[in-house]
């Protein structure tokens, strides 16, 4: 995700157009990583203000974003003050990495450290002294990004942020070994170890891989957060997959509207605008039925037992409008669910006639059959009005809800738990 400021391969600024035209194609890769991560910043802020987690992981990805963007301007033209600006904007990386990390591991609040705080700026000070005293005694204005002095302190910062950065990533680490032998730590231990090849391989030293895998990661991640549970290799295949074709098919229809147009046609530009237009409007009309088809396609090809779950619920689902009695709608229920073998535990309950509690009328259990509780209605209020506004309830959904809610709010979710 970072390298440092040593000036890029020596060239002269009085670029010819092939000189300028191979220098902006080699930059694009880090002009890319600067878009997505901004985009995937703002877009995640956008949906919820309130939550901490959304602004810290959107003021990471901005803070990234910026990175790179600094990177291509620097890249492009060579001017050494951009690359002075893409390295004081990496020291702040490990900073935002911490606290944007932070709010991934359960039971940890987000670090306010005065400490953290004024080391961060006494780096970004000393950068700065350090730049404009080499600027001011170099002959040659900028050409001092080549002399030894400034060699050795962009190797130090950049020790710094890498250091930072995987500091930063070992939190995940910490917390999967914390949370041995629950759910939660495979799931922490395999962010991590994302978390470590986006470092190793998010550089921008590495040609058109490196910010490519930094906007892999940050797609992973924003859609970790989103969905409040951390992806499994499948899915985030899956997902990835899913954008790369959409990516494609949108691409590709632009370019079949606009790369036809010939160059010296007379009225090119309202032809050009007509165009995109067109095309805009059919991406607009196409992307949601475009998704659902790749993600229904893609889901039976990488997730083949949730596919084949699905389609028997389906079916399950058809067969029940044809079924009058409740004892053999739930022997139907119970007995769908046991035939797939893709369900460990299950619990059916029906109302009882008078309305006042919930009987356990069906059981599921790879471990065994056991007396089930009934469940009355009133008390368990909290966690039916959620299933009726939200459809399934999920354990850690709720478990990260606690933690972000104030104390006097935590006292129904406790309750949503125990029921669970």
Same mark, same amino acid.
């Given at each position: 995700?970072?390298?440092?400021?040593?000036?890029?391969?020596?060239?002269?600024?009085?670029?010819?157009?092939?000189?300028?035209?191979?220098?902006?194609?080699?930059?694009?890769?880090?002009?890319?990583?600067?878009?997505?991560?901004?985009?995937?910043?703002?877009?995640?802020?956008?949906?919820?203000?309130?939550?901490?987690?959304?602004?810290?992981?959107?003021?990471?990805?901005?803070?990234?974003?910026?990175?790179?963007?600094?990177?291509?301007?620097?890249?492009?033209?060579?001017?050494?003050?951009?690359?002075?600006?893409?390295?004081?904007?990496?020291?702040?990386?490990?900073?935002?990495?911490?606290?944007?990390?932070?709010?991934?591991?359960?039971?940890?609040?987000?670090?306010?450290?005065?400490?953290?705080?004024?080391?961060?700026?006494?780096?970004?000070?000393?950068?700065?002294?350090?730049?404009?005293?080499?600027?001011?005694?170099?002959?040659?204005?900028?050409?001092?990004?080549?002399?030894?002095?400034?060699?050795?302190?962009?190797?130090?910062?950049?020790?710094?942020?890498?250091?930072?950065?995987?500091?930063?990533?070992?939190?995940?680490?910490?917390?999967?070994?914390?949370?041995?032998?629950?759910?939660?730590?495979?799931?922490?231990?395999?962010?991590?170890?994302?978390?470590?090849?986006?470092?190793?391989?998010?550089?921008?030293?590495?040609?058109?891989?490196?910010?490519?895998?930094?906007?892999?990661?940050?797609?992973?991640?924003?859609?970790?957060? $989103? /969905?409040? !549970? =951390? #992806?499994?290799?499948? *899915?985030?295949?899956?997902? &990835?997959?899913? @954008?790369?074709?959409?990516?494609?098919?949108?691409?590709?229809?632009?370019?079949?509207?606009?790369?036809?147009?010939?160059?010296?046609?007379?009225?090119?530009?309202?032809?050009?605008?007509?165009?995109?237009?067109?095309?805009?409007?059919?991406?607009?009309?196409?992307?949601?039925?475009?998704?659902?088809?790749?993600?229904?396609?893609?889901?039976?090809?990488?997730?083949?037992?949730?596919?084949?779950?699905?389609?028997?619920?389906?079916? $399950? /689902?058809? !067969? =029940? #409008?044809?079924?009058? *009695?409740?004892?053999?709608? &739930?022997?139907? @229920?119970?007995?769908?669910?046991?035939?797939?073998?893709?369900?460990?535990?299950?619990?059916?309950?029906?109302?009882?006639?008078?309305?006042?509690?919930?009987?356990?009328?069906?059981?599921?259990?790879?471990?065994?059959?056991?007396?089930?509780?009934?469940?009355?209605?009133?008390?368990?209020?909290?966690?039916?009005?959620?299933?009726?506004?939200?459809?399934?309830?999920?354990?850690?959904?709720?478990?990260?809800?606690?933690?972000?809610?104030? /104390?006097?709010?935590?006292?129904?979710?406790?309750?949503?738990?125990?029921?669970?």
């Amino acid at each position: 995700m970072h390298r440092g400021f040593g000036r890029p391969a020596a060239r002269p600024y009085n670029h010819g157009p092939q000189d300028t035209l191979g220098t902006l194609y080699g930059s694009l890769p880090s002009l890319l990583a600067a878009t997505v991560a901004i985009a995937i910043g703002m877009g995640v802020v956008l949906r919820d203000r309130s939550r901490d987690e959304f602004v810290l992981f959107a003021v990471f990805c901005v803070n990234l974003g910026l990175f790179h963007l600094a990177r291509f301007f620097w890249e492009f033209s060579g001017v050494a003050l951009f690359g002075w600006g893409a390295q004081t904007i990496s020291l702040v990386l490990p900073y935002t990495a911490n606290r944007c990390f932070s709010s991934f591991v359960p039971n940890v609040d987000v670090p306010r450290s005065r400490l953290a705080t004024l080391l961060l700026a006494a780096v970004l000070l000393a950068h700065a002294s350090a730049f404009f005293v080499l600027l001011g005694r170099s002959p040659a204005g900028e050409g001092f990004v080549n002399e030894t002095p400034w060699r050795w302190i962009s190797l130090g910062l950049d020790a710094y942020v890498v250091l930072g950065l995987l500091l930063a990533g070992s939190r995940f680490w910490r917390a999967a070994r914390a949370a041995e032998g629950t759910a939660t730590a495979p799931r922490m231990r395999y962010l991590f170890y994302a978390t470590v090849v986006a470092i190793a391989l998010g550089s921008p030293v590495i040609p058109a891989i490196g910010p490519i895998v930094t906007a892999t990661y940050l797609y992973f991640v924003a859609q970790t957060l $989103l /969905r409040e !549970r =951390l #992806l499994d290799l499948p *899915e985030l295949l899956s997902r &990835i997959l899913i @954008l790369a074709l959409l990516v494609i098919a949108v691409s590709g229809m632009y370019a079949l509207l606009l790369l036809w147009i010939p160059d010296n046609v007379a009225g090119r530009n309202t032809l050009f605008i007509f165009n995109i237009a067109v095309a805009s409007y059919a991406v607009i009309v196409l992307i949601d039925p475009v998704r659902q088809e790749l993600e229904s396609r893609i889901e039976s090809w990488l997730m083949r037992d949730r596919f084949v779950l699905r389609r028997m619920l389906r079916r $399950l /689902r058809f !067969r =029940l #409008l044809n079924v009058i *009695e409740e004892g053999e709608a &739930i022997e139907a @229920l119970v007995g769908t669910l046991r035939e797939s073998g893709r369900v460990t535990r299950a619990s059916l309950y029906t109302l009882d006639n008078l309305g006042h509690q919930l009987v356990p009328r069906g059981q599921l259990d790879e471990r065994g059959e056991t007396e089930l509780p009934r469940l009355d209605v009133v008390r368990r209020r909290p966690l039916l009005d959620r299933m009726r506004e939200q459809g399934s309830v999920l354990r850690d959904v709720l478990q990260r809800e606690r933690r972000r809610v104030p /104390r006097e709010q935590t006292a129904e979710l406790d309750q949503i738990l125990q029921t669970l």
